[in-house]
Every structure is written in structure tokens, then in C-alpha cells.
């Protein structure tokens, strides 16, 4: 059997199993170029419905597997053959559909069974034999939920003995929904003051109760509820069941901040008083209201209830009777769904917070990946952002795109953030879109105490323009002007715009005041393409029309520079529509004098840059056309950077590559700048915008490690 397989297993149900997957299989994303997902064995499901988890790594991390290839069969089915005295023949079943992964996948995570059948120790038995037969690695998963520290300990002691006994070779341990006052620290030390000394990691995750409680979202799925008002504040926490059957005025003394409340159509009172009590400060919020019984609220209330001002509380109705929900809700688990992008992006941000990945990942072995496939630099640029944050200034406070990144930013710890707009707004707007931006620094430029010094600051910086203070002013209040004196001034050490300004909008401030290096004499841009297994960057495809031969040396320069920062080994290709000396003209002159400039540049700095040119695309990329056209290159065939003769040839060439080769295209990134200021395309996704702040991020740790 391979070592490149890890076993996730927990030892008993609602562990948060799924936060561990999701962590560490983002970790193999970006160490391991093709990992598979496999189940043994799932739950049974009804007609048509896919097991959560799997659907959940599948269509987050976009694996490239069919939904039947990542189990091995259900947890009935497993029953049937062991009971029956077939266990040799479920055993075959696990591994036949195993080495089938096997012989297509550099690396195999495996999730072990959600506890949740009707015989646990069975399920702790059989995830032990199935590990030890496949020769697994094996993290396992507790749960510290609602327990003492002695609680905890002595369950993961008695875990630990149990695998070991099997002879199952342990990588961690992960203590999951552990109380806030306990640390790994003091559950290692008691289990090693005990005579139970162990060398194992014992990593703890917190309770967290965005990711234990389950949503009004979840519990209209788990109900089949029909939502008759409120949708937009379906993402709202519930915190516990509250079954109103009482007077109103009894009622309302149960009320408990995020409880949900259960009741039937036809309790006018209670309606009217759970709305009441969201609306009055002397009261915590609810969650939601369900109502049973299929009956619904006589046509008076619905009117007060659709005249009611602000956004009203969820409610939904259900056809069951009260009891029915109740007992349906008590089996209610909140799973992450693959489009519930807020609870993603916390449940890796807890994960890398609370576990050491790389110590985690050096006690197993894994396969090196032999290229940077999409993920892998996806995650790259998300860990190392978070590595050492930087403040982005983020100028469209009212884009909805532009605030359900800055959600998804914080959750992932990736930067810190400054959003500009009328704060008014900006969070009213937040709210709607069922996002907590509490953390977010927003700025409204016309009220902040830094105009006055921007604009006399702006004065003095473009005076030789002719400019007045009233023009100064002016410039100095529209949000991408400030954002970028803010970067200038050191407030924030990048910016990103760009999804609702254009390019010219975005990028003059920083071109008027933020200006190029020393030694640059332009700016430009470049586009990270992600194929389907590397990533290559083109430039300039977004700034410059038709540069000279200078101006493209410094181009390539500069993009062979933001290759490195970005961890791509940059060997630069001068595209021309000749190769070496097979032609001869303007077009071609102008690439081989660019690339004599440019190469001059690399001896006198002392870069280790590969370069070289002119070239043709498919010379440039292809290892075969390489040996045939320009043989002992050691740029030709292997070309990382891209260097276009001009915008026109750029621009469509990185859209032909983008929609031809369903590459994602991240950019354009601008380079040569002083400090970094990135624009979006208007078009741009919530992902897009994830990226650019996270590649603004990283440019920025470039720029300080290289002050004096």
C-alpha cells in the first residue's frame, strides 16, 4: 500500500469532522498535485441526494471526480455484509474501489464514518480495520463539546489506546469544539503526568458557533419550510428551539438571544410578539419563526406584517404539526454546504489558526507536486497573505462583490481591510447581504479628519500642474483618490479597485502621486494565467499600447520580478513572430534590442533571471518546437514569463489562452509602482477579488523587505 494516504476518523458523532477535512485537504492542495477524496463508507441517502462531505470537497475544491468514485458503499450495506458473515467481501469492496484512486492520484484523503448510525462501536471498529488494511496514516478527531478537562482527557487517552492497539500508525490528534479555557498544553500535560507519555501532536480546535449552530437556511432544508417573508436573513445563527404554546406574556420571558421560534399558523399573538420583541431594544433578537400545521396567518396580520419597517425576521411555514418539527429539528446536524462560502472561509481560518500545518504535514510523507497547478497557487496566496498581514484599502464600499470578499477576507484572516464609503451605507448594505462586517474599518472621505491633510498634501504634490484647492478637494473626496493617498501616506499599505471605476479611474491617482521605482521609468501590468497544471505570466497585457524597446526590457524585468514574489521560478520569454534569426524586420528589431537592454539589465543588477529572445509562442512553451527552432535554450520550451511586443498581441492572446483553455486569468496585477495599487476587471467575480487583495497583500511584503 502507498504512504501518500491520510485517514480522517473521529471517535464519535458531531466531532466537526468536516472543519478537519476541509483543512487539511486544502493543506494537500497545495503540496500534492492530484489528491482524491474517498469515502469508505457513507450514510444512507434518499433517492438523488449526495452524501454532504463529499459533495462538499468536491465542489470546493473543484475535484475532478465522479460523485460514485469517492465512496465505497453505505453504512447499511456495510451492516448486511458483515453481519451476514461477509466481511472479507465488504473489505475487498473498499479496496478495489480504492486502488482504483490509487493508480490515478498522487495522494488520497480518506473520512472516515459520521457516527451517527445506530452501532458507534461498530463504526469504531470498522474505521480501525479499514485504516490498518489500507495502511493509513490516521488523524484522529474528538470532540471536546460541553466536556471538562478530565472528560477530555480521558476520552482521547482511551482513543489513542484503541488505534494503537490496532497497530494504526497515528499522525495527530485533533480535539475539535473544545471550551475556550482549555488549552493543548494542559491536556498534554495531564495525559503525560500520568505515565501515558505519548509523541503525538494534540492540536484543539474551539467551540465555534458560526460553525456548530445550524442556520435559518439549514433549517428550512431540513423542514422542507416554504419561506413566506424575510429570505434575505436566511444566513441568521440559531441558537436553540423555543416551542411557543403559552399566553404571549409567558412567552416572551423565554425568549433567548438567536432561539428560533416554533408555533402554529394560527398564534396571531405569538407572531406579532416574537416581530415585537426583534424590534425592542428590551429584548434579544430571534432567529426566525416557524410556523406548523400548514395554516398561516389570518390576511390582517400578513398586511401588518408586510407593512412592518426594516427587514423582517425570518418566518416559514411548514406543513407538519408542532411536535413533528420539534422532533424532526432535534435530529437537525449543521453540515457546510460546498455554496455556503462564509462558513468555508471560517472553518479554514480556524483550522490554520489552531493547527500547525507544517509540522502536521511533516508527519506524513507526501509526493512534492512537480508543478503549480490553480489550487495549490490559490492556497499559496491565501497562506503567505496571512502570514504577515497588510492593510488593503478597498474604495467601492457599496459594491455588493467588494463587501462579500471583505467577509470572506476576514474569515480567512488573509488582510486587514479599509473600506471607504458613508459608513451609514456601507454597513446597511453589509447587513442585507447577511454579512458581519464588524471588524472593518470604514472611512467616509468627505467627514474623515485626513481630508484636509490629504488635500493640501495632493496641493503640494501637483502644484506644478497648476492645481487649485478647490480642484485639490474635489479629487481628494471621491474614494479612489483618497484610498490612494492613503497608500501613499503610509495608512494602508495597498489598494484594490476597479470592480465598479474603470482602469483609467483606478490607476491615474497612483500614476499621478504614487508613481514608478527608482530605476523604472513605467509602469505595468501582468496577468497570472492558471492552466490546468501550471501558472504562467504574461505581460503587458492591460497598461501599455505599443512600448518601445526600453520600455519592454523593463517590462520583462519587472515581470520576471513579480514571477519570483508569486514563487514561479521566471525564465522570460521576448515574443515575436520569429524565432532567433529566422526574420528580419521593424517588429523583429525592436524585440532583439529589447532583449540586448534587457539582458544588459540583468548583468549590471546581478538578477538571476533567465532570458531571452525573440521567440514565438509555441517555441517559447512547447519543449518539442524548442529543440526543433532554438535547441540548448534554456528558456525556449520552458518559458514561465511571457513579455508581448504590445497590447494589442497581449490582450487578445491572454483572453484566446483564457477562454480557449479555460485558464483563470488573475489581474492585471500592476507592477513598477511604488506602493501597490491593483485594478479589477468590472466583470469580476467575488473569487477575482479575493485574489487580487491577497496578490496586493503579498506585493506589499515584497516592497517593505525591500526598504533599506
Not at 75 to 102: P, Q, T, V
Not at 345 to 356: D, N, Q, R
Not at 374 to 395: G, S
Not at 682 to 693: A, K, L, Q
Request: with cysteine; hydrophobic share 40%; glycine share 6%.
Amino acid at each position: 500500500m502507498p504512504k501518500n494516504l491520510l485517514y480522517i476518523t473521529a471517535t464519535e458523532e458531531r466531532s466537526g469532522k468536516s472543519l478537519i477535512v476541509l483543512g487539511i485537504m486544502q493543506m494537500l492542495k497545495k503540496e500534492v498535485h492530484r489528491v482524491a477524496f474517498f469515502r469508505p463508507m457513507i450514510n444512507d441517502t434518499e433517492t438523488g441526494q449526495e452524501d454532504p462531505d463529499i459533495s462538499l470537497v468536491l465542489n470546493y475544491f473543484k475535484l475532478d471526480m465522479a460523485y460514485e468514485d469517492t465512496y465505497g458503499c453505505t453504512l447499511s450495506e456495510a451492516y448486511e455484509l458483515i453481519n451476514s458473515g461477509r466481511e472479507d467481501e465488504f473489505h475487498d469492496l473498499i479496496l478495489d474501489k480504492y486502488k482504483r484512486l490509487e493508480d490515478e492520484y498522487d495522494f488520497i484523503l480518506c473520512e472516515g464514518t459520521d457516527f451517527r448510525g445506530q452501532e458507534t462501536s461498530f463504526e469504531t471498529e470498522i474505521n480501525g480495520d479499514i485504516a490498518a488494511n489500507l495502511g493509513a496514516q490516521v488523524v484522529l478527531v474528538s470532540s471536546g463539546r460541553k466536556r471538562t478537562l478530565k472528560q477530555i482527557v480521558r476520552q482521547t487517552k482511551m482513543s489513542i489506546d484503541t488505534h494503537v492497539e490496532k497497530g494504526i500508525a497515528l499522525t495527530a490528534c485533533i480535539i475539535n469544539r473544545v471550551p475556550e479555557n482549555i488549552t493543548s498544553e494542559m491536556i498534554a500535560d495531564l495525559i503525560n503526568g500520568n505515565g501515558h507519555s505519548i509523541e503525538l501532536p494534540i492540536y484543539i480546535v474551539p467551540e465555534n458557533a458560526a460553525l456548530a449552530n445550524p442556520t435559518v437556511a439549514h433549517v428550512k432544508k431540513w423542514l422542507n419550510a416554504s419561506v413566506m417573508y424575510g429570505a434575505k436573513g436566511m444566513s441568521a445563527l440559531v441558537d436553540s428551539f423555543l416551542i411557543a404554546a403559552m399566553r404571549v406574556e409567558n412567552f416572551l420571558e423565554y425568549v433567548t438571544p438567536g432561539c428560533l421560534v416554533i408555533t402554529p399558523g394560527d398564534r396571531s399573538d405569538i407572531i406579532l410578539g416574537s416581530l415585537a420583541a426583534r424590534s425592542s431594544a428590551s429584548y434579544p433578537e430571534i432567529s426566525g419563526i416557524v410556523l406548523t400545521g400548514g395554516l398561516l396567518p389570518s390576511d390582517s396580520v400578513r398586511k401588518l406584517i408586510e407593512g412592518w419597517s426594516g427587514a423582517p425576521v425570518p418566518i416559514m411555514s411548514v406543513q407538519g404539526h408542532t411536535f413533528q418539527a420539534i422532533q424532526l429539528l432535534n435530529e437537525l446536524y449543521s453540515h457546510i454546504d460546498a455554496d455556503d462560502v462564509q462558513r468555508i472561509a471560517t472553518a479554514l481560518g480556524i483550522f490554520s489558526k489552531h493547527v500547525k500545518m507544517q509540522e502536521l504535514s511533516e508527519r506524513f510523507e507526501s509526493q512534492s507536486p512537480s508543478r503549480i497547478t490553480p489550487k495549490m497557487f490559490e492556497y499559496t496566496l491565501m497562506e503567505r497573505a496571512a502570514e504577515n498581514r497588510q492593510r488593503i484599502v478597498l474604495p467601492e464600499g457599496t459594491c455588493e462583490r467588494i463587501l462579500r470578499a471583505a467577509d470572506i477576507l476576514l474569515r480567512r484572516g488573509v488582510a486587514e481591510l479599509t473600506i471607504l464609503g458613508r459608513e451609514r451605507d456601507v454597513r446597511e448594505r453589509a447587513a442585507a447581504c447577511g454579512l458581519d462586517l464588524m471588524w472593518v474599518e470604514v472611512i467616509d472621505p468627505q467627514t474623515s479628519n485626513m481630508l484636509e491633510p490629504f488635500v493640501k498634501e495632493y496641493l503640494t504634490l501637483r502644484e506644478h500642474k497648476g492645481i487649485i484647492e478647490d480642484i485639490a478637494r474635489d479629487r481628494m473626496s471621491d474614494t479612489t483618490y483618497f484610498g490612494t493617498m492613503m497608500v501613499y501616506k503610509g495608512y494602508a499599505d495597498g489598494m484594490v479597485s476597479g470592480a465598479m471605476n474603470t482602469t483609467a479611474h483606478t490607476l491615474r491617482p497612483a500614476f499621478e502621486f504614487i508613481k514608478t521605482k527608482p530605476g523604472v521609468s513605467i509602469a505595468s501590468s501582468v496577468f497570472l494565467m492558471c492552466l490546468k497544471d501550471r501558472v504562467l505570466v504574461y505581460g503587458d497585457c492591460a497598461v501599455n499600447r505599443n512600448p518601445d524597446s526600453q520600455q519592454l526590457a523593463e517590462i520583462a524585468i519587472s515581470s520576471a520580478e513579480t514571477a519570483r514574489i508569486f514563487g514561479i521560478e521566471p525564465r522570460v520569454a521576448m515574443l515575436s513572430y520569429s524565432t532567433g534569426s529566422s526574420g528580419a524586420g521593424e517588429d523583429v528589431e525592436k524585440i532583439v534590442k529589447a532583449t540586448e537592454i534587457a539582458q544588459n539589465m540583468i548583468r549590471e543588477r546581478g538578477l538571476d533571471i533567465s532570458l531571452e529572445g525573440p521567440l514565438q509562442y509555441d517555441a517559447a512553451i512547447d519543449p518539442a518546437v524548442a529543440r526543433t527552432k532554438l535547441p540548448g535554450s534554456k528558456v525556449a520550451g520552458r518559458a514561465t514569463v511571457f513579455t508581448f511586443p504590445d497590447l494589442n498581441t497581449g490582450n487578445n492572446t491572454y483572453k484566446a489562452v483564457q477562454r480557449s483553455a479555460n485558464a483563470v486569468a488573475v489581474g492585471p496585477i500592476i507592477q513598477g509602482l511604488h506602493k501597490p495599487v491593483n485594478d479589477l476587471s468590472r466583470g469580476c467575480s467575488v473569487d477575482d477579488i479575493v485574489n487580487t487583495v491577497a496578490i496586493t497583500a503579498i506585493q506589499a511584503q515584497s516592497e517593505k523587505r525591500a526598504l533599506p
